[in-house]
């Protein structure tokens, strides 16, 4: 069974640019979480997708964060414009169903100069 | 808002020694509770997932608790080896699949 991926794996942007990130949940999987992680911390959750509708996204700074999730499968994480407290490492997890057990991705690296 | 720590943030054992790694959660009506092994720049791999009905799960010499009246669930490692050092992470789990994770407790397992 494949695992989530997610591209790019690291990314460096200067303060103001845009950046976008892409994730693939695992075939079948109905839930979908974008998180961030800030070096020595655990996971935050950003958002949190049931197939293509949001569940919740209480903790996504929306003046500058978005995220979708096509047809209910790949989903991608955009920043507009990125600040330098977004560097951080967001991961982005799925599960059967909202009370499963989450299978994480590899990660994508995001360096703001 | 529910809260997870993790104490302590930092353990260093010998090789072979039995250990046992804490998480406590504020908010006891957790639906399950679910603990993850992260190595450097990797991303977190699940070790075990306990429903809030369960008081324990074992795999292999992981074995997990969980004492919801009290707030706590803690993650014992038999016969620790070197190859299990890394970050390991708790989070708590509401009915509606958010999770609240803990900042994770960093074990170094030495030869």
């Known amino acids: 069974e494949a695992g989530v991926a997610q591209s790019p794996r690291y990314k460096i942007i200067e303060k103001r640019q845009s950046v976008a990130f892409w994730c693939n949940p695992i075939?079948?999987?109905?839930?979908l979480y974008w998180y961030q992680q800030i070096l020595g911390q655990g996971p935050k959750l950003l958002i949190q997708?049931?197939?293509?509708?949001?569940?919740?996204d209480s903790q996504l700074p929306k003046d500058r964060f978005s995220a979708e999730r096509l047809k209910g499968v790949d989903s991608t994480l955009k920043i507009q414009p990125a600040k330098l407290e977004d560097s951080a490492v967001y991961l982005c997890a799925s599960s059967l169903e909202r009370v499963s057990e989450q299978y994480f991705g590899p990660g994508t690296r995001l360096t703001v100069t | 808002k529910q809260e997870v720590t993790q104490i302590p943030a930092a353990l260093s054992v010998p090789e072979g020694e039995n250990l046992v790694l804490n998480c406590s959660f504020t908010?006891?009506?957790?639906?399950?509770l679910q603990w993850f092994r992260q190595d450097p720049g990797k991303g977190l791999t699940s070790l075990l997932l306990i429903q809030s009905s369960q008081r324990e799960q074992t795999s292999g010499r992981l074995n997990a608790s969980l004492d919801k009246s009290s707030g706590r669930s803690t993650l014992y490692i038999a016969a620790s080896q070197p190859g299990d050092s890394a970050t390991y992470l708790c989070?708590?789990?509401?009915?509606?699949?958010?999770?609240?994770f803990g900042d994770g407790t960093t074990l170094t397992v030495k030869p």
């Open positions: 908010d006891s009506a957790i639906y399950n």
């Open positions: 989070a708590g789990n509401t009915n509606a699949g958010k999770s609240t």
């Open positions: 075939s079948g999987h109905a839930t």
């Open positions: 997708f049931q197939n293509n509708g949001v569940v919740d």
